[in-house]
């Protein structure tokens, strides 16, 4: 076979789509050395020295340099250019952010996380409302099979987006193997040092912006006991209504008990989960739940929401929060904290399930079902 995949989400920040992108590829790469591979980079810049540079020589790259937003408003509206302009021929094509590359010839998969912007619609910006909505649905349609990346999110689509459940696999993430637990104390010394973090601290690793709850978690954090002996590290990028959340910490004047790191790059978050008390994710909704994963894996014991697919990741290796009750979260946090006994019993549950899951499992089942797709 000759794949095309959408690798241009790789050349952001590597959160998300980015991430998913970027460890797919690289693990295909790894796996398979039967099929060729094109991978398709469409930015406004020259991006040349940040493609993925892959030891397997089934894999090559075509880059257009034209912005991307410019460009999925053609394929949205008119469905040109095809993407086979640069990739050529393929026998089948994998976009992996959400909008559809149209191709001339062969089969397309499109991976869709999930579908907040239609479940939880007062979570979500009124473009993602009204206008990546219709879009979704007709590049759904058009496609023909979806990857998600959790039973949660595979139910949303069939609910929201009309589509048949034969037309919809659910292939887990998964996890770098740079997140390990704690050897020693030197690599979170180094990132503690970094982003100016003293003492014990709590940590929430994601963007910033009102899906994640984030209000509900410095309420709760505000209420706890944990908050005289434990700071509250918010790990992320600023999202959409982002002020809101500085506004609360100023409000509760916790300007002192509260760091905000920014975007933390995948290269000093195993320190900073090695270097964390405990890890709180109380989100309303995601489509997997990486974060917490990650954390796990680190042998950190973890808080998260009872919601969407974080108990599909989480099993029964986590404490579990309704996201709306802050007392709830203030005092499972007060908890988990207090009881050396159960957060043993996280740890070990928490290692145990991080094992069922890695990016080679992902890309593997990925690349049976582009074998299922094309025959």
Not at 34 to 52: A, E, G, S, T
Not at 189 to 198: A, D, L, N, P, S
Not at 320 to 346: G, H, K, M
Request: with cysteine; charged share 25%.
């Amino acid at each position: 076979m000759r794949i095309g995949i959408d690798a241009s989400p790789v050349l952001k920040e590597r959160a998300g789509v980015g991430n998913y992108t970027y460890q797919l590829i690289r693990q295909l790469s790894l796996i398979d050395r039967v099929n060729q591979y094109v991978l398709f980079y469409c930015h406004h810049k020259d991006v040349r020295d940040k493609i993925m540079k892959l030891e397997n020589p089934n894999f090559e790259s075509a880059t257009v340099r034209f912005p991307i937003k410019i460009m999925k408003m053609f394929w949205a509206s008119v469905r040109r250019p095809k993407v086979d302009r640069w990739v050529g021929k393929v026998d089948l094509y994998h976009s992996t952010a959400f909008y559809l590359n149209p191709i001339s010839e062969g089969k397309s998969i499109l991976t869709i996380f999930d579908v907040n912007f239609l479940a939880m619609r007062k979570f979500t910006l009124w473009s993602g409302r009204w206008h990546f909505a219709p879009k979704m649905k007709d590049y759904a349609k058009r496609c023909h099979h979806i990857i998600t990346v959790s039973e949660s999110s595979k139910r949303e689509i069939i609910k929201y987006l009309n589509v048949p459940e034969g037309k919809i696999s659910v292939i887990y993430g998964g996890y770098s193997d740079i997140f390990q637990p704690k050897s020693d104390d030197r690599l979170s010394g180094e990132v503690k040092r970094k982003y100016q973090i003293t003492g014990n601290y709590l940590l929430y690793v994601g963007t910033l912006e009102p899906r994640k709850n984030l209000l509900g978690l410095i309420r709760a954090y505000a209420q706890s006991r944990a908050k005289d002996d434990f700071i509250l590290v918010l790990a992320g990028g600023r999202g959409w209504q982002y002020e809101n959340i500085f506004k609360l910490v100023r409000k509760l004047n916790l300007e002192n008990r509260i760091i905000f790191t920014g975007y933390i790059p995948e290269s000093d978050l195993p320190g900073l989960y090695q270097g964390a008390s405990l890890f709180v994710y109380p989100s309303f909704y995601e489509g997997f739940g990486l974060p917490p994963l990650e954390a796990m894996a680190c042998g950190l014991p973890v808080i998260v929401s009872n919601t969407t697919s974080l108990p599909e990741v989480v099993g029964d290796a986590g404490v579990y929060v309704d996201p709306n009750d802050i007392e709830q979260i203030s005092f499972s946090i007060d908890t988990v904290l207090s009881d050396p006994e159960l957060r043993q019993t996280l740890i070990r549950r928490g290692l145990e399930r991080a094992k069922l899951f890695s990016w080679e499992k992902t890309a593997k089942k990925t690349l049976e079902l582009y074998e299922q797709v094309v025959n």
